[in-house]
């Protein structure tokens, strides 16, 4: 399968430097140096898609805008690019839910694409007035997307849940491109969940040994389940003409921080409850010592930031090289963020598309 790749839009802002936020960690102050105004974000899904990237993520949380409302205002400012939008089971009803999908799905030409995240921060989950356990909101999240995808079919729809509960339940106008689904999830409870509902499962951006026992585990389930599911993974890219200008860059990036501050941010990152965030600390230790942990792979993004945090870092070959180590696994999507996006993404879309374009493995979007 043709390898395909998703952009970021950076909703809780923007800068030169690392920028924090997400899993329990607040923005740090470098998000204010390009601020997410919408005509900032403009620009990055306009250069992503001029780029050939075929969507771009949107998070989810009280540290960025929402997903949902400013994807669809950035419908208009772009033609084909798709939305991969972040959202949250059980802080919006299921029925609603499949109702705002299949609107989101004809007024913009069938271009959402749905990221569900159950969510692995408790205090944060309680903000939004939710006070289940992680393993309940994976079990919520089992049932909502049941309701959510019998909708999408057309079925009328009696259900009673321990968490859900609908009665009567349709939609008058179903969506005309069903949004495939995107899931991701680290623990015993979510990869049951991922196995049943998942079009596509994300990962973050582990070593390749890592990534294979992932991507077994889920083809295991979802073989149980009669299904076929398709493997994605979340990573930060640093690609410039040689290794010694990437290495210099990603070293930049670092240059200057204060360990006070990555003290502080791993401090609160190491209160998550998130399988997937343990496994990134795991890989820096909260060190900024050996952070080249496979060839290529940089855990430097993660002293400061929640969430992803590794990145492909080298020249435009050897960044080549590793996606195609990753494809081989069974990894066919890539969603790739960089610091700031704008020119990242010229730096990637440029550089890197083209080398995999030579190699028929990846052909721009029609």
């Excluded at 083809?219 to 040689?242: M, P, Q, S, W």
Aim: aromatic share 8%.
């Amino acid at each position: 399968m043709p390898l395909s790749f998703h952009w970021f839009l950076p909703t809780n802002g923007d800068s030169r430097h690392i920028v924090g936020g997400g899993h329990g960690v607040p923005t740090g102050a470098a998000g204010g140096d390009r601020p997410a105004s919408l005509a900032y974000l403009s620009q990055v899904a306009r250069t992503a898609e001029q780029l050939g990237f075929e969507g771009a993520l949107t998070p989810t949380g009280a540290w960025c805008e929402d997903a949902w409302l400013t994807t669809a205002m950035l419908v208009e400012q772009t033609e084909r690019l798709k939305f991969l939008v972040a959202f949250r089971p059980g802080l919006v009803a299921p029925a609603l839910a499949a109702q705002m999908a299949a609107t989101y799905q004809r007024h913009s030409g069938g271009r959402l694409l749905l990221n569900v995240v159950t969510g692995g921060e408790d205090q944060e989950q309680r903000a939004y007035g939710d006070f289940l356990d992680k393993d309940d909101r994976y079990a919520r999240t089992d049932e909502f997307l049941h309701i959510t995808r019998s909708l999408w079919r057309g079925e009328t729809l009696d259900f009673h849940g321990v968490h859900e509960r609908v009665e009567q339940a349709r939609l008058t106008r179903l969506p005309d491109v069903v949004p495939p689904v995107y899931f991701g999830g680290s623990s015993k409870a979510a990869g049951p969940v991922a196995a049943r509902h998942s079009d596509v499962y994300l990962t973050w951006g582990e070593p390749p040994a890592q990534v294979a026992e992932k991507i077994g585990w889920i083809r295991t389930l979802a073989k149980a389940e009669g299904r076929d599911v398709r493997f994605g993974i979340r990573l930060h890219v640093i690609a410039r003409d040689t290794a010694e200008e990437a290495w210099a860059q990603a070293d930049r990036l670092l240059s200057g921080i204060d360990p006070a501050a990555v003290a502080k941010v791993q401090a609160g990152l190491a209160r998550s409850g998130s399988e997937g965030q343990r496994r990134m600390l795991a890989l820096h230790g909260g060190s900024a010592d050996g952070l080249e942990i496979y060839p290529n792979l940089w855990a430097g993004i993660g002293l400061l930031r929640g969430g992803a945090g590794t990145a492909l870092v080298g020249s435009h070959t050897e960044v080549a090289d590793r996606i195609a180590e990753y494809h081989a696994l069974g990894i066919d999507e890539f969603v790739l963020s960089g610091y700031p996006h704008v020119e990242e993404a010229y730096w990637f879309g440029e550089g890197v598309l083209p080398v995999l374009a030579a190699r028929g493995v990846w052909r721009r979007p029609s």
